[in-house]
């Protein structure tokens, strides 16, 4: 089975604090994700990252950045976290194949909570 | 702006009833149609997919429909069940990203 595991379920910090948010997948997969969820918007993707090194802005990166030094973990940073950041972070991965989409594996989410 | 207008928000339905959530979409680029359903407390797995080249997909109880000149797709979960309720987010997809949409909370009533 594929596994997306995220290093924290919960998270609270205070605004301005430097955060860091972990995933890592066993299987192997080319495609990394960050979104975050909210109600009423759905999930709007941060970044996503297709090979090591390599990282692509998504619909929402105003306020996040992102790494990838090894194929199985994406950290998404949050420089200076603010109120409006509180959120549901989701990581997925999948296969690559350009051009062709393949399933995504999510992991079970971060709710961070900035005050 | 949302890519993929997702409707309703929330519905109810009885065991055995019919639920049906419905999709719309803009960008002509979009050439995957997918379903995920998520429990309280997990991430969203993919339900079921569709591409534009066919108008229907079945897979058990779950049948997505096709409209691509209308730019719409709609879920269609027969014979509900409890576990059945979940969130369900339609999604469209180009290259290798997926465009979301809201969401739909589906209740099961036993």
């Known amino acids: 089975d594929v596994k997306v595991t995220q290093s924290s379920r919960y998270l609270v910090k205070r605004t301005g604090e430097k955060v860091f948010l972990e995933c890592v997948q066993d299987?192997?997969?080319?495609?990394m994700f960050w979104y975050r969820q909210d109600p009423g918007l759905g999930l709007r993707l941060i970044y996503f990252?297709?090979?090591?090194?390599?990282?692509e802005k998504g619909d929402i990166p105003e306020g996040y950045s992102v790494s990838r030094e090894k194929k199985e973990r994406f950290s998404l940073i949050l420089e200076s976290a603010s109120t409006n950041q509180t959120s549901m972070y989701l990581c997925?991965?999948?296969?690559?194949?350009?051009?062709?989409?393949?399933?995504?594996?999510f992991g079970p989410g971060t709710r961070l909570t900035v005050l | 702006q949302q890519q993929v207008k997702q409707s309703p928000q929330s519905l109810i339905v009885q065991k055995g009833g019919i639920s049906i959530i419905n999709c719309a979409y803009e960008?002509?680029?979009?050439?995957?149609f997918p379903w995920y359903q998520q429990f309280p407390g997990k991430g969203p797995a993919l339900l079921i997919a569709?591409?534009?080249?066919?108008s229907e997909k079945k897979e058990g109880r779950f049948t997505i429909s096709f409209n691509k000149s209308a730019k719409q797709f709609s879920l269609h979960i027969m014979d509900s069940q409890p576990g059945d309720s979940a969130t369900y987010f339609c999604?469209?997809?180009?290259?290798?990203?997926?465009?979301f949409g809201a969401g739909t909370t589906v209740t099961v009533r036993a």
């Open positions: 999604a469209a997809g180009d290259d290798y990203k997926l465009s």
């Open positions: 299987m192997d997969h080319e495609n």
């Open positions: 990252s297709y090979d090591v090194k390599m990282k």
């Open positions: 960008n002509t680029a979009f050439d995957y």
């Open positions: 997925a991965s999948s296969p690559s194949g350009l051009g062709v989409h393949h399933e995504q594996f």
């Open positions: 569709i591409r534009p080249d066919v």
